[in-house]
């Protein structure tokens, strides 16, 4: 790779104009889910009785009737064929961090002739080879086959390949042969069903007996970076880690923040705007676009769903990021810390619970003080994070996450809640059984005639905590920009469901023991569960040292990276608490550590390969040539002094070469070393101490040598031209 390469590729990125995409210009609602085989699409194209039967079906949280699927079948694929496709595939999340698919044909050849066929079975389950994909140990590869089965709840949808038609794509669940779960939905299909459960005991003995259902919802906002194609293509760690391995700081980064909801740049914007096309169509409710904090991040977020279906969305989302990035010459970066000193990118998991209704359970209403109902689900929702605020960290534990969390940018690994000021007030006064608080809603007056006063909620927004109340859900920041957001809201619904569960029972006995209603028992326990669960409430700025200081006083854990992370995951408490719950068995828990470690230590080695072969290979040849050319000056000075700068700059240089030199030598032998323990959580150990300290020592000589090899030889596009260059 030379410096030309390098030139020729930011000459491309300034020539590059807006890609004009657009020709639709329908209202969204009006192509709104019109790729999706919709509830409104089954009720044109199925007899009355059998959608009324197949939408009671999608309410109730039932398994589908095989009568009811072969008819929804035929109809799914008169549909299908009707919008030129060929061919189905069911679309699931094994334990890979992506998504996986198996395309089939529908045609189907027997003495009868030729026809497209898609009966029930084929809808509603489908094999797929599974031998390679991770599953910690829960089967061998000769014991691979798993099998796929139909998640009515997010409908199915068309992919649209360009000149070569589309795919029906069925969401699906992935589990093995044995029935363990082996993805990342069935697990949170679980947990939400837990929940519910739990949920409806309490409003039950509130008395809520019109609640037969509880969900939870989920709005994942999705952060993200796009660099130019070109310039991406010439960093070798962008295209194997999706992230910088090096990269000296740019002379301007993001302190003047100018990028944060600035107008966003005509290509950029032209982008988002293909991306939401194709989003709208596939029933994807895309509401907010806006430019980051860094230079070349942005965000966007879409309208609250089942969590389920947000999951699968965000899914999809990503990957129409990604192919469409391409489209307009851009690269599509999801890394939780793509650049050094920059910020990062995470995906604020917002949480709620509601009612088949549509009541939202953490709605705190006009007067919160006064509304038992959400101050129950309030409280349990904090203990639930008191009580197992390490393993929620270990759900958002990866090796890209490490760099993000406890960056100012970022939540630290810390969990705490934060309430506001108004709802601290409330469990106050709730705690101390004396006096009342005054939460009543109130507005900001803004001191100009012509504007509005603005209502102010009962919480105001903490960007640094990474469990935050934020009005009537909670935003757990801390989850990272490539995550499948399943897992964390897996464990959220889990735990919570436990906490609910001991709320009732305490609630009930007291209610039985005392001979009191509800509001009285209510007043008896909540003081107790609010003094428990206190040490994890925290309403100030977590990013400060006095926070960390604080938080080992109240004894809450502070894993700064993964491999201490997961060990929640493996705890016997953990373990208990989840195949109570039938979530995930033992040895489901036991193999989602295992692949989560295992995934860690494959992505830190692929770093440090990426690492080495770039020092040596461009670094290095670049440092060589510049050392060269200073030679070829000295040489046409006459006498030149020991002390002239130019002997000054030669030695920088060649000390920053013999350490880079010496870097590399380490780094492999960390990796080597590495590769050698035995056993798995060996081997992590050993990538989070020695490799990834060898490779930041590497990083800092290479960092070094890019401040001063003269710019026309440096091989690599540097920061200024990857952040601003597109």
């Known amino acids: 790779m030379s410096a030309n390469a390098r030139f020729a590729a930011l000459a491309a990125a300034a020539s590059r104009q807006a890609r004009q995409t657009l020709t639709d210009t329908r209202p969204q609602s009006e192509r709104y889910g019109e790729d999706t085989f919709s509830i409104e699409e089954a009720r044109k194209r199925l007899p009355k009785d059998i959608f009324k039967k197949f939408r009671e079906t999608l309410d109730s949280n039932h398994p589908l009737d095989p009568e009811i699927a072969a008819v929804v079948a035929h109809a799914m694929k008169e549909w299908a064929l009707s919008r030129g496709v060929t061919h189905y595939t069911h679309w699931f999340q094994p334990m890979t961090g992506v998504t996986a698919e198996k395309h089939d044909s529908f045609l189907n ?25 991770p599953s910690g140990g829960l089967r061998a590869t000769f014991e691979a086959r798993g099998y796929t089965a139909w998640d009515p709840v997010t409908p199915a949808f068309l992919v649209q390949h360009p000149n070569s038609g589309a795919t029906l794509t069925i969401p699906s669940a992935f589990v093995s042969y044995t029935g363990e779960s082996l993805d990342e939905k069935t697990p949170l299909l679980r947990s939400s069903e837990a929940l519910s459960r739990a949920a409806t005991r309490l409003l039950g003995l509130m008395g809520r007996t019109d609640v037969k259902r509880v969900v939870t919802t989920v709005g994942p906002e999705q952060e993200y970076f796009l660099v130019d194609r070109a310039l991406y293509n010439l960093r070798p760690d962008l295209v194997a880690c999706g992230r910088t391995v090096f990269g000296a700081p740019p002379p301007k980064g993001q302190e003047l923040e100018d990028q944060y ?10 982008f988002m705007a293909d991306v939401e096309s194709q989003l709208i169509a596939l029933g994807i409710p895309v509401k907010t676009r806006h430019n980051e904090v860094a230079p070349a991040q942005y965000e966007c977020a879409p309208i609250f769903e089942l969590s389920n279906k947000a999951a699968d969305h965000n899914q999809i989302m990503l990957e129409v990021f990604r192919k469409t990035a391409l489209r307009h010459e851009l690269a599509f970066l999801d890394h939780e810390k793509p650049f050094k000193g920059i910020n990062g990118s995470g995906k604020h998991n917002n949480w709620s619970m509601a009612t088949e209704h549509g009541e939202n359970l953490l709605e705190p209403g006009h007067t919160p003080a006064e509304n038992l109902q959400f101050l129950c689900f309030l409280v349990a929702t904090v203990n639930a994070v008191h009580t197992h605020g390490g393993l929620l960290r270990a759900s958002v534990a990866s090796a890209g996450n490490d760099h993000r969390l406890g960056a100012n940018e970022a939540p630290p690994a810390i969990m705490s809640v934060f309430v506001g000021e108004d709802l601290t007030g409330v469990l ?18 803004l ?59 305490e609630l009930d006995s007291t209610m039985r023991r005392d001979g009191v209603d509800f509001a009285e028992a209510a007043a008896r326990v909540l003081p107790g569960l609010i003094t428990a669960a206190r040490p994890v409430l925290f309403n100030g700025d977590n990013y400060t040292t006095e926070w960390h200081e604080e938080a080992a006083r109240r004894g809450l854990p502070n894993d700064k990276d993964t491999p201490t992370a997961l060990r929640h995951f493996v705890t016997q408490v953990t373990l208990a608490l989840f195949d109570k719950y039938n979530v995930l068995s033992r040895s489901e828990m036991e193999s989602r550590y295992r692949v989560r470690l295992e995934n860690y230590c494959k992505r830190v080695a692929i770093e440090a390969r990426v690492a080495l072969e770039m020092a040596r290979t461009g670094v290095m040849p670049a440092a060589l040539s510049y050392l060269e050319r200073l030679g070829r000056v000295r040489g046409s000075v006459v006498a030149p002094s020991a002390a002239s700068p130019l002997a000054e700059i030669e030695q920088q240089v060649l000390d920053l070469v013999a350490a880079a030199h010496t870097g590399t030598k380490r780094l492999e032998a960390a990796l080597h070393e590495a590769h050698d323990k035995d056993g798995i959580d060996a081997e992590a150990e050993a990538m989070r101490t020695a490799v990834t300290g060898a490779l ?4 800092s000589a290479v960092d070094g040598l890019e401040a001063l090899v003269d710019d026309t030889l440096w091989p690599y596009p540097k920061y200024r031209e990857l952040l601003f260059c597109a």
Not at 115 to 124: P, S, Y
Not at 261 to 270: H, L, P, Q
Not at 696 to 699: D, E, F, K, W, Y
């Open 109 to 133: 050849v027997d003495p009868s002739g030729v026809i497209e066929r898609f009966n029930a079975r084929e809808l509603v389950q489908g094999e797929p080879d599974a031998s390679s994909f």
């Open 261 to 270: 909801f600035g107008a966003i740049k005509e290509r950029i914007v032209t």
């Open 428 to 445: 106050d006064t709730i705690e101390k059984g004396a006096g009342s608080a005054d939460s009543r809603r109130h507005t900001i007056a």
């Open 447 to 505: 001191g100009v005639t012509t504007l509005p006063h603005i209502a102010k909620d009962t919480t105001d927004r903490n960007r640094t905590s990474p469990f935050a109340f934020t009005g009537n859900k909670f935003e757990f920041r801390a989850v990272g920009s490539s995550a499948n957001i399943s897992m964390s809201n897996t464990i959220i619904n889990t735990t919570v469901a436990e906490a609910i569960d001991a709320l009732t029972a």
């Open 696 to 699: 930041a020592s590497l990083r």
